[in-house]
């Protein structure tokens, strides 16, 4: 009497998925990173030359000029690099940020997906430096940073008035050598050092597996980043998880910090109906762009539960928050970070860069992101040597498979009744 909903949109599923599989090539051209754009540097501010007087600047290099007594580190570049970085950092968003020539470079390095660090992301929360997510079998989680971890200090240095930037520039370094972080933990009473060993850090895409929970069969996705290979991984293993004919879902998005939208969007419309709202950019000035579902959303009947943590960040909060929206997915876990700003990145002349703030992400809800965080329908926190979260997702699984099994009995007999009565 079942029928498993996989199987419902399946005949569907092969007409359209040589269609599919030629546009998912067209898929890796992406837009961009989901809290990055890059645009040519456009005349657009409104600040007027009285609001913005520069004398003051050049009495202060003149002052310099005439008495800093080390007249060798009076570097004109330098000293306007500085000037620039001190004007960002009096806006207050830790988003917001200027790269020297140098530090672009490397920041274009980063985003590729592959290079030398301790693997984790980090962020900023009220001026405090901290662990977003240390990144699946890196050197940083073998060495047990965990989500939410604040880092006071760098090789003995302090964070305190580090922008992101340059924590990241002090804690990378040759693969092999070793950085010490200073870490004060929630529970903890004093800080502690972590030696870690640098290492070439690959971020990882995804796992599935299949579990057997009290006679049902159940598949755990999890998946890692947003970045450019997930499409492809993603649409293999949603063959695998069809065939393989699960009853429901746990889609683990644990120390998730995110990727490019376009690739977010790509795995949302596996669950959501073509058409619906993902997530709507919103700008200052009232416009916004919609990101609506591409796809039929073959999953999008399947009993799913998502687990989220303090590392689900970003392009994983806007997949979390819009099936949550739809009422689509269960959240289980811990309140999510909080990424949902839109960052433009604009070339300057030599090659420098600066990364603004420009909008934010809207759930379909109207729930902003930034800031909050997504709070899930089940809050569970984890203990050290127990995933008490995957138990309880596994829990809330099996309690919505059996409610759609009776949905499912109870419209069976009110047909055969009626065609009793007939």
Known sequence: MKKNSLFKNFAFFVLVVFIFFAGFFCAQNFKGKENLKEEPVKENLNLSKEAFDLSLFWEAVEILKKDFYKKENLKPKEMLYGAI?????????????FFKPDEAQKFLEDIEGEFGGIGAEIGKEKGKLKIIAPL???PAEKAGLKPGDLILAINGS????????EAVKKIRGKIGTKVV????REGWEKPKDFEIVRGLIKVPTLDLKFEKVDGKKIAILSLYTFNPNLSQAFYKKAFEIIFENPEGMILDLRNNTGGYLDVAIEIASWFLEKGKVIVKEVF?????NVFRSKREGIFSDFPLVVLVNQGTASAAEILAGALKDHQKAILVGEKTFGKGSVQQVRTLSD?????????LWELPSGKIIEGKGLSPDFEVKNEEE??????????VLLNEIEKREKIGLEDF???IKLEVIR
């Open 413 to 415: 007999l009110k047909k």
């Open 158 to 165: 302090s964070t305190l008035d580090l922008s992101l930037s």
């Open 386 to 395: 127990k995933d008490l979260q995957l138990e309880k997702a596994k829990e």
């Open 284 to 288: 200052p000035d009232g416009n916004e």
């Open 85 to 97: 970085k001190g004007m960002v950092k009096s806006l207050d968003d830790p988003y917001t940020e």
């Open 136 to 138: 699946k079998d890196s």
């Open 351 to 359: 090659g420098s860069f600066l990364k603004v703030t420009v909008a």
């Open 181 to 184: 972080l200073t870490i004060l």
